[in-house]
Protein backbone atom coordinates (compact mmCIF):
# COMPACT_ATOMS: atom_id res chain seq x y z
CA UNK A 1 0.00 0.00 0.00
CA UNK A 2 1.12 3.27 -0.79
CA UNK A 3 2.24 6.11 1.88
CA UNK A 4 0.61 9.02 2.28
CA UNK A 5 2.27 12.47 2.38
CA UNK A 6 1.58 15.37 3.49
CA UNK A 7 -0.05 18.66 1.92
CA UNK A 8 -2.66 16.61 -0.52
CA UNK A 9 -4.41 18.49 -3.30
CA UNK A 10 -7.14 17.71 -5.80
CA UNK A 11 -7.93 13.54 -4.29
CA UNK A 12 -11.36 11.87 -4.36
CA UNK A 13 -11.25 10.98 -0.85
CA UNK A 14 -13.16 7.27 -0.63
CA UNK A 15 -14.27 5.60 2.72
CA UNK A 16 -14.26 1.72 2.15
CA UNK A 17 -12.67 0.55 5.52
CA UNK A 18 -15.52 -1.66 6.04
CA UNK A 19 -15.94 -3.92 2.79
CA UNK A 20 -13.37 -6.61 3.52
CA UNK A 21 -15.31 -9.35 2.29
CA UNK A 22 -18.32 -10.75 0.18
CA UNK A 23 -20.20 -8.42 -2.32
CA UNK A 24 -19.28 -5.36 -0.21
CA UNK A 25 -15.84 -6.29 -1.46
CA UNK A 26 -16.49 -7.18 -5.03
CA UNK A 27 -17.76 -3.27 -4.77
CA UNK A 28 -14.87 -1.93 -3.99
CA UNK A 29 -13.07 -3.97 -6.29
CA UNK A 30 -14.97 -2.71 -8.86
CA UNK A 31 -14.61 0.75 -8.16
CA UNK A 32 -10.81 0.23 -8.49
CA UNK A 33 -10.88 -0.98 -11.36
CA UNK A 34 -12.91 1.67 -13.18
CA UNK A 35 -11.13 4.47 -11.06
CA UNK A 36 -8.12 3.68 -12.91
CA UNK A 37 -9.16 4.53 -16.28
CA UNK A 38 -10.01 8.12 -15.24
CA UNK A 39 -7.94 11.45 -15.14
CA UNK A 40 -8.62 12.02 -10.82
CA UNK A 41 -6.68 10.86 -8.35
CA UNK A 42 -8.16 9.17 -5.58
CA UNK A 43 -7.32 8.42 -1.39
CA UNK A 44 -9.07 5.18 -0.66
CA UNK A 45 -9.67 4.67 3.02
CA UNK A 46 -9.54 0.65 2.77
CA UNK A 47 -9.61 -2.47 5.23
CA UNK A 48 -5.79 -3.92 6.85
CA UNK A 49 -4.99 -6.97 4.57
CA UNK A 50 -6.87 -6.67 1.96
CA UNK A 51 -5.35 -6.90 -1.74
CA UNK A 52 -6.26 -4.34 -3.86
CA UNK A 53 -4.56 -3.24 -7.57
CA UNK A 54 -2.13 -1.07 -7.68
CA UNK A 55 -2.71 2.01 -9.68
CA UNK A 56 -0.82 5.07 -10.55
CA UNK A 57 -3.99 7.38 -9.69
CA UNK A 58 -5.14 5.83 -6.81
CA UNK A 59 -3.51 5.82 -2.76
CA UNK A 60 -4.60 3.55 -0.16
CA UNK A 61 -4.37 4.05 3.26
CA UNK A 62 -5.64 1.14 5.73
CA UNK A 63 -7.65 1.91 8.86
CA UNK A 64 -8.63 -0.72 11.41
CA UNK A 65 -12.27 -0.82 11.85
CA UNK A 66 -12.90 -4.24 12.33
CA UNK A 67 -15.32 -3.52 15.25
CA UNK A 68 -18.20 -1.46 15.35
CA UNK A 69 -17.36 1.40 17.91
CA UNK A 70 -13.99 1.68 15.98
CA UNK A 71 -16.27 2.11 12.99
CA UNK A 72 -18.13 4.90 14.61
CA UNK A 73 -15.40 6.56 15.48
CA UNK A 74 -13.47 6.40 12.32
CA UNK A 75 -16.85 7.65 10.05
CA UNK A 76 -17.43 10.47 13.52
CA UNK A 77 -13.92 11.97 13.86
CA UNK A 78 -11.22 9.82 12.82
CA UNK A 79 -11.45 10.57 8.82
CA UNK A 80 -11.91 14.33 9.44
CA UNK A 81 -8.94 14.21 12.05
CA UNK A 82 -6.45 12.22 9.61
CA UNK A 83 -7.49 14.89 6.72
CA UNK A 84 -6.89 17.70 8.80
CA UNK A 85 -3.13 15.84 10.27
CA UNK A 86 -2.32 15.34 6.60
CA UNK A 87 -3.50 18.64 5.20
CA UNK A 88 -5.58 16.96 2.57
CA UNK A 89 -8.01 19.20 0.41
CA UNK A 90 -10.58 17.42 -1.62
CA UNK A 91 -13.95 18.93 -2.71
CA UNK A 92 -15.74 15.36 -2.49
CA UNK A 93 -15.50 12.26 -0.34
CA UNK A 94 -16.97 9.26 -1.59
CA UNK A 95 -18.95 6.94 0.81
CA UNK A 96 -18.86 3.13 -0.61
CA UNK A 97 -20.08 1.62 2.65
CA UNK A 98 -23.84 2.78 3.13
CA UNK A 99 -22.83 5.16 5.86
CA UNK A 100 -22.35 8.90 6.12
CA UNK A 101 -18.96 10.75 7.49
CA UNK A 102 -18.29 13.46 9.46
CA UNK A 103 -16.36 15.65 7.05
CA UNK A 104 -16.55 19.17 5.31
CA UNK A 105 -16.91 18.19 1.64
CA UNK A 106 -19.61 17.38 -0.51
CA UNK A 107 -20.61 14.00 0.02
CA UNK A 108 -21.74 11.22 -2.35
CA UNK A 109 -23.03 7.83 -0.56
CA UNK A 110 -22.80 4.63 -2.11
CA UNK A 111 -25.89 2.57 -0.37
CA UNK A 112 -26.46 -1.03 -0.85
CA UNK A 113 -27.33 -2.48 2.81
CA UNK A 114 -31.33 -3.19 2.12
CA UNK A 115 -32.41 -3.90 6.18
CA UNK A 116 -32.98 -0.79 7.41
CA UNK A 117 -35.48 -0.27 4.23
CA UNK A 118 -37.35 -3.88 3.78
CA UNK A 119 -40.60 -4.51 4.89
CA UNK A 120 -40.09 -7.62 5.02
CA UNK A 121 -41.18 -9.39 8.37
CA UNK A 122 -38.78 -12.14 10.25
CA UNK A 123 -38.63 -13.44 13.65
CA UNK A 124 -36.40 -11.92 16.83
CA UNK A 125 -34.02 -15.06 17.86
CA UNK A 126 -30.64 -15.77 18.64
CA UNK A 127 -29.81 -15.98 15.06
CA UNK A 128 -31.06 -12.89 13.87
CA UNK A 129 -30.65 -10.07 16.58
CA UNK A 130 -27.58 -8.82 14.74
CA UNK A 131 -29.87 -8.00 11.49
CA UNK A 132 -32.57 -6.30 13.93
CA UNK A 133 -29.88 -3.89 15.33
CA UNK A 134 -28.77 -3.03 11.60
CA UNK A 135 -32.59 -2.54 10.75
CA UNK A 136 -33.04 -0.05 13.51
CA UNK A 137 -30.06 1.45 14.17
CA UNK A 138 -28.62 1.36 10.68
CA UNK A 139 -30.41 3.91 8.94
CA UNK A 140 -29.54 6.24 11.91
CA UNK A 141 -25.66 6.34 11.00
CA UNK A 142 -26.64 6.15 7.24
CA UNK A 143 -28.70 9.46 7.52
CA UNK A 144 -26.46 10.88 10.30
CA UNK A 145 -24.03 13.15 8.81
CA UNK A 146 -26.29 13.76 5.75
CA UNK A 147 -27.36 17.41 4.51
CA UNK A 148 -29.54 18.63 1.63
CA UNK A 149 -26.40 18.70 -0.73
CA UNK A 150 -25.94 14.77 -0.15
CA UNK A 151 -25.74 12.46 -3.12
CA UNK A 152 -26.71 9.30 -2.81
CA UNK A 153 -26.31 5.92 -5.24
CA UNK A 154 -28.43 3.12 -5.29
CA UNK A 155 -28.06 0.00 -7.53
CA UNK A 156 -32.19 -0.50 -8.19
CA UNK A 157 -35.38 1.46 -8.50
CA UNK A 158 -36.69 0.00 -5.12
CA UNK A 159 -33.63 0.91 -3.32
CA UNK A 160 -34.87 4.60 -4.20
CA UNK A 161 -37.99 4.53 -3.68
CA UNK A 162 -37.32 3.20 -0.65
CA UNK A 163 -34.79 6.00 0.42
CA UNK A 164 -36.60 8.45 -0.91
CA UNK A 165 -39.72 7.57 1.82
CA UNK A 166 -36.92 8.20 4.38
CA UNK A 167 -36.38 12.13 3.63
CA UNK A 168 -33.72 12.23 1.06
CA UNK A 169 -35.10 14.37 -1.99
CA UNK A 170 -35.49 11.86 -5.16
CA UNK A 171 -33.32 14.33 -7.03
CA UNK A 172 -30.42 13.49 -4.77
CA UNK A 173 -30.58 9.95 -5.22
CA UNK A 174 -29.32 8.35 -8.72
CA UNK A 175 -29.11 4.68 -9.41
CA UNK A 176 -26.31 2.80 -11.30
CA UNK A 177 -26.39 -1.15 -12.22
CA UNK A 178 -22.67 -3.27 -10.95
CA UNK A 179 -20.91 -4.86 -13.27
CA UNK A 180 -22.17 -7.71 -14.49
CA UNK A 181 -19.30 -9.50 -16.38
CA UNK A 182 -18.86 -13.08 -17.63
CA UNK A 183 -16.41 -14.64 -18.69
CA UNK A 184 -15.71 -15.51 -22.71
CA UNK A 185 -16.77 -18.15 -24.75
CA UNK A 186 -19.32 -18.69 -21.41
CA UNK A 187 -22.37 -18.81 -24.38
CA UNK A 188 -21.22 -22.13 -25.78
CA UNK A 189 -20.15 -24.00 -22.79
CA UNK A 190 -22.37 -27.33 -22.12
CA UNK A 191 -20.68 -30.50 -21.16
CA UNK A 192 -21.44 -33.86 -21.77
CA UNK A 193 -21.74 -34.21 -18.46
CA UNK A 194 -24.43 -31.65 -18.21
CA UNK A 195 -26.36 -33.52 -20.69
CA UNK A 196 -25.79 -36.65 -18.45
CA UNK A 197 -27.09 -35.16 -15.52
CA UNK A 198 -30.09 -33.50 -16.94
CA UNK A 199 -31.38 -36.65 -18.39
CA UNK A 200 -31.28 -38.16 -15.22
CA UNK A 201 -31.54 -35.81 -12.60
CA UNK A 202 -32.35 -32.07 -12.54
CA UNK A 203 -29.98 -29.72 -10.66
CA UNK A 204 -31.35 -26.82 -9.01
CA UNK A 205 -28.08 -24.18 -8.05
CA UNK A 206 -28.06 -21.80 -5.24
CA UNK A 207 -24.91 -19.34 -5.27
CA UNK A 208 -25.36 -18.19 -1.69
CA UNK A 209 -23.97 -17.78 1.70
CA UNK A 210 -25.54 -18.96 5.00
CA UNK A 211 -26.92 -15.84 5.80
CA UNK A 212 -30.73 -16.09 7.37
CA UNK A 213 -32.54 -14.60 4.98
CA UNK A 214 -31.34 -16.53 2.23
CA UNK A 215 -33.79 -18.59 3.27
CA UNK A 216 -32.15 -22.28 1.89
CA UNK A 217 -34.82 -23.82 4.50
CA UNK A 218 -37.45 -23.36 2.01
CA UNK A 219 -36.01 -25.03 -0.74
CA UNK A 220 -35.23 -27.93 1.26
CA UNK A 221 -39.38 -28.17 2.45
CA UNK A 222 -40.05 -27.94 -1.11
CA UNK A 223 -37.92 -30.95 -1.92
CA UNK A 224 -39.59 -32.89 0.91
CA UNK A 225 -42.68 -32.90 -0.52
CA UNK A 226 -41.29 -33.61 -3.64
CA UNK A 227 -39.78 -36.29 -2.18
CA UNK A 228 -43.13 -37.42 -1.82
CA UNK A 229 -44.98 -36.89 -5.39
CA UNK A 230 -44.44 -39.37 -8.03
CA UNK A 231 -41.62 -37.76 -10.17
CA UNK A 232 -39.75 -39.85 -12.86
CA UNK A 233 -36.10 -37.61 -12.20
CA UNK A 234 -34.43 -36.98 -9.20
CA UNK A 235 -33.73 -33.06 -7.40
CA UNK A 236 -30.89 -32.02 -6.99
CA UNK A 237 -29.87 -28.99 -4.68
CA UNK A 238 -26.17 -27.61 -5.38
CA UNK A 239 -25.94 -24.88 -2.67
CA UNK A 240 -22.57 -23.14 -2.44
CA UNK A 241 -22.00 -24.21 1.27
CA UNK A 242 -19.64 -26.42 3.27
CA UNK A 243 -20.98 -28.55 5.62
CA UNK A 244 -20.72 -26.92 9.48
CA UNK A 245 -21.27 -23.26 7.34
CA UNK A 246 -25.10 -23.64 8.09
CA UNK A 247 -26.08 -25.89 10.84
CA UNK A 248 -29.58 -25.37 10.88
CA UNK A 249 -29.61 -26.31 7.42
CA UNK A 250 -27.20 -29.33 8.16
CA UNK A 251 -29.54 -30.67 10.70
CA UNK A 252 -32.70 -29.97 8.54
CA UNK A 253 -31.02 -32.10 5.40
CA UNK A 254 -30.82 -35.07 8.29
CA UNK A 255 -34.44 -34.43 9.45
CA UNK A 256 -36.32 -34.44 6.57
CA UNK A 257 -33.97 -37.45 4.99
CA UNK A 258 -32.17 -35.18 1.78
CA UNK A 259 -28.82 -36.43 2.70
CA UNK A 260 -29.02 -37.77 -1.21
CA UNK A 261 -30.45 -34.34 -2.73
CA UNK A 262 -27.93 -31.86 -1.37
CA UNK A 263 -25.15 -31.37 -3.02
CA UNK A 264 -22.28 -29.29 -0.75
CA UNK A 265 -20.25 -27.55 -3.01
CA UNK A 266 -18.06 -25.36 -0.92
CA UNK A 267 -16.54 -22.47 -1.73
CA UNK A 268 -16.09 -21.17 -5.01
CA UNK A 269 -14.37 -19.17 -7.44
CA UNK A 270 -16.33 -17.13 -9.79
CA UNK A 271 -15.48 -18.93 -12.58
CA UNK A 272 -16.66 -22.43 -11.19
CA UNK A 273 -19.92 -20.66 -10.16
CA UNK A 274 -20.32 -19.32 -13.87
CA UNK A 275 -20.14 -23.22 -15.11
CA UNK A 276 -22.42 -24.34 -12.41
CA UNK A 277 -25.06 -21.92 -13.78
CA UNK A 278 -24.68 -22.77 -16.85
CA UNK A 279 -24.73 -26.71 -16.02
CA UNK A 280 -27.79 -26.11 -13.87
CA UNK A 281 -31.13 -26.92 -14.89
CA UNK A 282 -32.35 -24.17 -13.40
CA UNK A 283 -31.27 -21.69 -10.22
CA UNK A 284 -33.33 -21.11 -7.74
CA UNK A 285 -33.47 -17.54 -5.25
CA UNK A 286 -35.59 -17.66 -2.13
CA UNK A 287 -33.57 -14.74 -0.75
CA UNK A 288 -36.22 -12.06 0.75
CA UNK A 289 -33.60 -9.03 2.30
CA UNK A 290 -31.34 -8.14 -1.28
CA UNK A 291 -30.82 -4.81 -2.47
CA UNK A 292 -30.08 -6.41 -5.98
CA UNK A 293 -29.49 -10.16 -6.08
CA UNK A 294 -26.34 -10.46 -8.40
CA UNK A 295 -26.40 -14.11 -8.70
CA UNK A 296 -29.95 -13.10 -10.18
CA UNK A 297 -28.37 -11.03 -12.89
CA UNK A 298 -25.61 -13.51 -14.07
CA UNK A 299 -28.13 -16.38 -14.61
CA UNK A 300 -30.77 -14.05 -16.42
CA UNK A 301 -27.42 -13.32 -18.94
CA UNK A 302 -26.75 -16.26 -19.25
CA UNK A 303 -31.17 -17.50 -20.43
CA UNK A 304 -31.40 -19.69 -17.54
CA UNK A 305 -34.51 -20.64 -16.00
CA UNK A 306 -35.04 -18.39 -12.78
CA UNK A 307 -37.39 -19.38 -9.77
CA UNK A 308 -36.99 -16.53 -7.33
CA UNK A 309 -38.62 -14.78 -4.50
CA UNK A 310 -41.78 -11.96 -5.26
CA UNK A 311 -40.00 -9.36 -3.80
CA UNK A 312 -39.39 -5.48 -5.55
CA UNK A 313 -35.73 -6.51 -6.03
CA UNK A 314 -36.19 -9.00 -7.91
CA UNK A 315 -39.08 -8.00 -9.72
CA UNK A 316 -36.39 -4.79 -10.79
CA UNK A 317 -33.48 -6.81 -11.72
CA UNK A 318 -35.28 -9.34 -13.88
CA UNK A 319 -37.89 -6.66 -15.51
CA UNK A 320 -38.80 -7.94 -18.66
CA UNK A 321 -37.00 -11.37 -18.28
CA UNK A 322 -38.88 -14.11 -19.86
CA UNK A 323 -36.92 -17.40 -18.03
CA UNK A 324 -38.08 -15.88 -14.40
CA UNK A 325 -41.17 -17.55 -12.14
CA UNK A 326 -41.82 -15.03 -9.16
CA UNK A 327 -42.81 -16.73 -5.96
CA UNK A 328 -43.97 -16.25 -2.12
CA UNK A 329 -40.71 -16.57 -0.61
CA UNK A 330 -42.34 -18.89 2.59
CA UNK A 331 -44.36 -20.82 0.79
CA UNK A 332 -42.36 -24.40 -0.09
CA UNK A 333 -45.58 -25.89 -2.11
CA UNK A 334 -45.44 -23.29 -4.81
CA UNK A 335 -41.86 -23.37 -4.99
CA UNK A 336 -42.19 -27.45 -4.86
CA UNK A 337 -44.87 -27.04 -7.93
CA UNK A 338 -42.85 -24.76 -10.15
CA UNK A 339 -39.51 -27.30 -9.65
CA UNK A 340 -41.93 -29.70 -10.18
CA UNK A 341 -42.28 -28.36 -13.41
CA UNK A 342 -38.83 -27.80 -14.34
CA UNK A 343 -38.79 -31.95 -13.83
CA UNK A 344 -41.23 -32.73 -16.25
CA UNK A 345 -39.46 -30.69 -19.08
CA UNK A 346 -37.99 -32.65 -21.87
CA UNK A 347 -35.22 -30.83 -22.45
CA UNK A 348 -32.82 -27.86 -20.95
CA UNK A 349 -35.01 -24.63 -20.37
CA UNK A 350 -33.34 -21.83 -22.38
CA UNK A 351 -34.24 -17.71 -22.54
CA UNK A 352 -33.36 -15.10 -24.05
CA UNK A 353 -30.54 -13.68 -21.94
CA UNK A 354 -31.32 -10.73 -19.87
CA UNK A 355 -30.10 -7.59 -21.26
CA UNK A 356 -28.33 -4.76 -18.97
CA UNK A 357 -26.98 -2.49 -21.86
CA UNK A 358 -29.73 0.59 -21.22
CA UNK A 359 -28.66 0.41 -17.13
CA UNK A 360 -26.53 3.21 -16.02
CA UNK A 361 -22.89 1.25 -14.98
CA UNK A 362 -19.55 2.10 -13.52
CA UNK A 363 -18.33 4.07 -16.48
CA UNK A 364 -21.83 6.39 -16.14
CA UNK A 365 -20.86 6.58 -12.39
CA UNK A 366 -17.89 8.09 -12.80
CA UNK A 367 -18.84 10.41 -15.29
CA UNK A 368 -21.65 11.28 -12.63
CA UNK A 369 -18.73 12.10 -9.68
Request: net charge neutral; charged share 15%; hydrophobic share 45%.
Amino acid sequence: MDRLQHNEVGFILVNATALSSGGALTILRQFVTHAAFTNKKYIIFSPIGVSLEVHANITYVEVDTKSWLRRIWWDSFGLKRYIKQHNIESELCISLQNTSVNIGCQQLIYLHQPLPFTTVKYVFNKQTIKYFLYKWFYKFFILLFVTKSTRFVVQTQWMKAALAQSGVAEGNISVFTPDIKLPDGHHNKRSEQTQLLTSEQVTFFYPASSLFYKNHLLILDALALLNTRQVNKKSQFAVTLAIGDHPVFDEKVQQLGLSDNVVYLGVMSYEQVIEYYISADAVLFPSYIETFGLPLAEAGVLGKKIICADLPYSRDVLTGYQGASFLDYQDATKWADEMESVLGQQTVLQFSPLSFAQCATWKDFFDFI
